[in-house]
Nanobody, 117 residues
Framework: VQIVESGGGLVQPGGSTRLTCAVS????????MSWYRQAPGKERELVAS????????HYADNMKGRITISRDSVKKTVYLQMNSLKPEDTGVYYC???????????WGQGTQVTVSS
């Protein structure tokens, strides 16, 4: 299983960015895909999740309204669109894939998002 995140980088406060998570070697259909964030000195926290069948979504309260998670089942890719970014959104963003049975999970290496002027 390979999970590769991309996107992010340095973003100005109020700006936007889109993160991409590409999955291979994994049965995408039926899985739950999530984005987590780990800020400096803090624990990793859930940002958003999406089911690959049905497309049901869940968002962290502190980011709801500013982010959108979506998926492309053909490309086995998940996206996280983030708008109106704040300095406190800074962190390493990780993509997680949980299989359809909820028994195995896989993580990407993370991508850095820094919100600063």
């Amino acid at each position: 299983v390979q999970i590769v995140e991309s996107g992010g980088g340095l973003v100005q406060p109020g700006g936007s960015t889109r993160l991409t998570c590409a999955v291979s070697g994994f049965t995408f259909s039926g899985a739950t895909m999530s984005w987590y964030r780990q800020a400096p000195g803090k624990e990793r926290e859930l940002v958003a999740s999406i089911t690959t069948i049905g497309g049901g979504t869940h968002y962290a309260d502190n980011m709801k309204g500013r982010i959108t998670i979506s998926r492309d089942s053909v490309k086995k890719t998940v996206y996280l669109q983030m708008n109106s970014l704040k300095p406190e959104d800074t962190g390493v963003y990780y993509c997680q894939a949980v299989d359809r049975w909820g028994q195995s999970d896989y993580w990407g290496q993370g991508t850095q998002v820094t919100v600063s002027s």
